[in-house]
């Protein structure tokens, strides 16, 4: 395990002797996949017009390369240069035993300013960078180096569910089932009652068997429901057996979390843009979750996560990362969970996002609704300069929410 804790019966074990590594460069690399007029992604929240990516490139001293994401891209790319350029002074030319000490060294000497937020995804995307350039030079997969994999495949949840219609949220459900998930994971609609109306009509046409889980976006994100709504609508998804009912709350409302969970009878889950371990602890303390969602690209690095998961299981929750970005997020999640005795579960994003295809060196491998082991050296990402042509950064575009 990444945090050091001893497993027995691991799939794997850690060849990797030499972890070390020295840092000579840092840049970050902004990429866009624009979509064609009629193409964009519509839902309650707005048009997406495009799918950003905010990327971390490291180079070692011995020449090898690595990459990572900041998750907060997708809505604010342009944020990313700035902080990479602040967090500079504090890599280039440092040495670290492991990569996974990148994480803790940056916020250690950056404690002023980069406590949470965006901060701790540039920072965390620094040590995902990092933990690929040592797997990659080692020749083995990144979950190598976070203890190796606990498992040789991962069940996995389809994600996505836009939509601006009953009919289309149905559609996108019926297609993940065909594609051989046996759970789906659809978004709520602006107001609460029209969410009732919605969870009722996609829940009934769903096979039996499958499962659904309703996300209600931080109660449909910016002007969220009162609690009293919240509760309603997780009566209503446990009433039809969600798996559970996510971010019913603004994500800052432990409190609003706790009485949700206390009252709607339905397991509740959050918060994936958390930036710290802190938040989680407070949210795990309060009683208000039953699943923690971290992603390893907001919540600062592999470490990190693995110190929220470790909470979780510590508290009697389940831990179930957000993976929503380009092929580096995807990655990134999955060799740090596949690395972790306490996931089960990975969020499989199925909108459609080259991004999330184009730089990958080998193709994902799902089958009966599970995620198999990668094999490629590091995280199995290629970032090469025909890539960054093809996807030039285009500012404007993004998830923004409206």
């Known amino acids: 395990m990444i945090d050091g804790t001893s497993m027995t019966n691991p799939i794997s074990t850690p060849t990797v002797t030499d972890t070390s590594l020295t840092v000579v460069a840092v840049r970050a690399v902004l990429l866009s996949h624009r979509y064609a007029a009629g193409d964009e992604l519509t839902w309650v929240g707005g048009v997406i017009r495009s799918w950003d990516a905010a990327l971390v490139e490291v180079t070692l001293a011995d020449g090898s390369v690595g990459v990572g994401e900041a998750g907060a891209g997708i809505m604010a790319a342009p944020a990313v240069p700035g902080l990479v350029e602040a967090f500079r002074p504090y890599v280039e030319g440092v040495s670290f035993a492991s990569p996974l000490e990148v994480g803790d060294h940056l916020r250690a000497y950056t404690a ?37 994999a606990r498992r040789a495949s991962i069940e996995a949840y389809a994600s996505g569910g ?3 219609t009953f009919e289309e949220v149905s559609a ?80 800052d409302d432990v409190a609003g979390y706790a009485q949700v969970r206390a009252e709607a009878g ?12 802190r938040e989680f602890a407070q949210l795990l303390d309060a009683g208000a979750l039953d699943i923690a969602q971290p992603d390893v690209t907001f919540v600062g690095g592999p470490r990190a996560f693995s110190r929220v998961s470790r909470r979780a299981r510590d508290a009697g929750a389940a831990c179930v990362p957000h993976v929503w970005g380009s092929a580096v997020t995807f990655a990134a999640n999955l060799h740090t969970v596949l690395a972790d005795p306490h996931v089960e579960l990975f969020e499989f994003c199925t909108l459609p996002n080259p991004l999330r295809d184009a730089m990958r060196i080998e193709q994902v491998h799902f089958a009966d609704g599970r995620i198999s082991a990668p094999t490629a050296p590091g995280l199995g990402i290629s970032l090469t300069p025909e890539i960054e042509r093809e996807f030039v950064f285009q500012s404007g575009g993004g998830h923004v929410i409206r």
């Open 112 to 148: 002023f300013w980069s406590r949470g937020g965006i901060a701790s995804g540039v920072a965390g995307a620094i040590e995902t960078a990092a933990l690929d350039a040592v797997a990659t030079r080692a020749g083995v997969p990144a979950y190598e180096l976070l203890g190796g």
């Open 162 to 164: 836009l939509g601006t």
């Open 172 to 251: 996108w459900a019926a297609a993940q089932v065909s594609a051989g998930f046996g759970t789906v994971k659809f978004r709520a609609m602006t107001d609460p009652d029209t969410t009732l109306a919605l969870l009722d009509h996609v829940v009934s046409r769903l096979p039996g068997g499958v499962q659904f889980i309703l996300d209600a976006v931080q109660a449909c994100a910016a002007r969220p429901w009162s609690l009293a709504d919240a509760v309603r609508v997780g009566r209503r998804a446990a009433e039809l057996g969600a798996r559970w009912y996510e971010e019913p709350c603004s994500a």
């Open 266 to 277: 339905v397991p509740v889950s959050g918060v994936e843009s958390n930036g710290t371990e």
